[in-house]
């Protein structure tokens, strides 16, 4: 079928022109897996001609976008300006901003498959925009472990987290995970634009191994331990349960994305209605989270209707409230 787009290293029907990149090969039986990977990559990640199955999921993935840019905007507004911050706003206002970045790469990078634009006429605009929403993938990640391990470690270790936290840790960890990202893309990058394929190959082999096998399991565990907890609790704080659902909303839509890359890097084939069905879920997961502080902040009141602001008041006042009493 067409619409297969192998990733069988050893094919010798496969042919690398460069049609892709600005990495050409010289002889096909002198490909490296890196160049072949660098071909398939390309052809599995700006299709040049989706079906309509495919261009009707990315105009999906176009309006959500939209919709998930306003609500992070939002979010990026009370909490950098009508807010006290607190240790967990720090982390929220870091992750809105990633997760901002991340829908407007999106969007920008899925305007061609829906415009009457030619994809090939702009693919190396695209692929800045992939590595910019690589890279805001790669931050929401890092912000979303740090945050599941913070919350185990104030559950396990109250004491610790009452007395002995580090004042700066929420500033320290998430101004790290934007320098450990950017310095991941930025080499990767580089790798690619001066045609070093081998070395390209590795970090991207390196990037998502990191990615699938240190801190997954990291945040599966961190999620059921805080489900575990919030388990034996009557009334769980609204913080915890935000925590709750972002960590089970991540795990079920942006772990996927990272998968699939990874296992692009080992010779399996993949439909090329993946591509984006994958983009779609990374796209529902960067625009969830600010309709989760929402709804599970709101409050009814037969009178009146709150306002948002008054709702993210609650929900962070209730970081406060049960930072005390964690373990009751």
């Known amino acids: 079928m067409r619409s297969v787009l192998p990733l069988n290293l050893t094919d010798k029907q496969q042919s690398y022109h460069g049609s892709h990149s600005t990495c050409g090969g010289s002889d096909e039986d002198n490909f490296s897996q890196a160049e072949l990977f660098n071909e398939q990559f390309f052809k599995v990640t700006f299709l040049s001609n989706p079906d309509s199955t495919a261009h009707a999921i990315f105009i999906l993935n176009f309006l959500i976008s939209i919709v998930g840019i306003v609500g992070n905007g939002c979010v990026i507004w009370l909490l950098g300006f009508c807010i006290e911050r607190n240790n967990f706003t720090i982390y929220v206002l870091n992750l809105a901003i990633a997760d901002l970045g991340m829908l407007i ?3 920008a990078f899925n305007v061609p498959f829906i415009t009457i634009l030619k994809v090939a006429d702009v693919q190396k605009i695209q692929w800045v925009f992939w590595q910019c929403s690589l890279f805001t993938y790669s931050v929401g990640l890092y912000l979303v472990t ?3 391990i ?3 470690l104030c559950i396990l270790f109250p004491i610790w ?6 004042k700066h840790l929420s500033i320290t960890v998430s101004v790290t995970s934007w320098i450990v990202s950017a310095l ?7 790798l690619h634009y001066f045609c070093l394929l081998d070395l390209w190959f ?3 082999r390196i990037m998502f191994s990191v990615n699938l096998f240190i801190l997954t399991p990291v945040m599966v565990v961190s999620t059921l331990i805080l489900f575990i907890k919030m388990s034996f609790r009557h009334q769980p704080g609204k913080l915890h349960t935000i925590i709750l659902i972002i960590l089970i909303f991540f795990v079920i839509t942006a772990i996927p994305y990272g998968t699939f890359f990874f296992m692009s ?3 399996y084939n993949f439909h090329s209605i993946a591509v ?3 983009s779609l879920l990374v796209i529902l997961n960067s625009s969830i989270n600010s309709i989760i502080y929402f709804f599970v902040g709101i409050q009814c009141n037969c009178k009146s209707c709150e306002s948002i602001k008054v709702v993210f008041q609650r929900i962070f006042k209730d970081e406060t409230e049960h930072a005390e009493t964690i373990m009751t």
Do not use: Q, Y
Request: proline residues 6%; glycine residues 4%; hydrophobic residues 40%.
């Open 105 to 107: 790469s999106a969007l």
């Open 146 to 148: 740090a945050i599941g």
């Open 150 to 152: 913070e919350r185990c």
């Open 161 to 166: 987290a009452r007395c002995h936290r580090p």
């Open 184 to 190: 991941f893309c930025i080499t990767e990058f580089l």
């Open 202 to 204: 590795t970090s991207i």
């Open 265 to 267: 890097t080992i010779n």
């Open 276 to 278: 984006p069905v994958f």
